[in-house]
């Protein structure tokens, strides 16, 4: 990669992670207070802009990313990639620290009511990642009938962040019933 290029991707990361850092993942907003838009959630978490970061530019890229989604009696199985190396190491990355978050129970998005049911209900999945030559292999399954909903409906979601970018990620998204 460029130089060039390089500090072009570094301008766009700050300048995106600046300008969107309250409505994509929880940010603090201000005038909301603690029980506000954000809770407060990525204050005391040091991965959190990392993993913020990441996940805008995945969004400002969306357009080279193609993922199909299966679903399972028992939930999803996935396969999200891109044809540019760049993005295919971000796709892998973000979903190694969803996982992480997942089994760690370190939630985001809370003021989306599916993100934040689908976190209340993570004791009840099982996750596994598997990076392929291009990006990543996902199965998220569940044996509590109530999870599989949240689960299928999560998978259509990141599929819509892959059609429409930022334009999907400023939504709120309903619990399934």
């Known amino acids: 990669m460029s130089t060039t290029r390089r500090i072009f991707l570094a301008a766009l990361g700050g300048l995106l992670s600046s300008h969107f ?3 994509l993942l929880g940010a603090p907003q201000r005038g909301r ?3 506000g838009r954000g809770g407060g959630r990525g204050q005391n978490d040091p991965q ?3 993993d913020r970061t990441v996940f805008q530019y995945l969004l400002a890229n969306h357009k080279q990313i193609r993922r199909e989604v299966k679903k ?3 939930g999803v199985e996935t396969v999200t990639e891109s044809d540019v190396p760049e993005i295919v190491a971000a796709i892998q990355e973000h979903v190694a620290a969803m996982h992480r978050r997942v089994k760690n129970k370190q939630p985001i998005r809370q003021r989306d ?3 934040a049911a689908l976190f209340r209900n993570v004791q009840w999945t099982s996750m596994t990642v598997k990076n392929t030559p291009k990006g990543v292999h996902v199965v998220v399954t569940s044996e509590k009938k109530a999870v599989v909903p949240l689960i299928q409906a999560h998978a259509q979601v990141v599929s ?3 059609k429409l970018g930022f334009v999907e990620a400023r939504k709120n998204h309903a619990v399934p019933k």
Do not use: D, M
Request: charged share 15%.
């Open 160 to 162: 819509a962040f892959v």
């Open 72 to 74: 399972l009696p028992n």
């Open 113 to 115: 009511p599916l993100f």
């Open 48 to 50: 959190f802009q990392r």
């Open 33 to 35: 207070g603690r029980r």
């Open 21 to 23: 850092a309250g409505p």
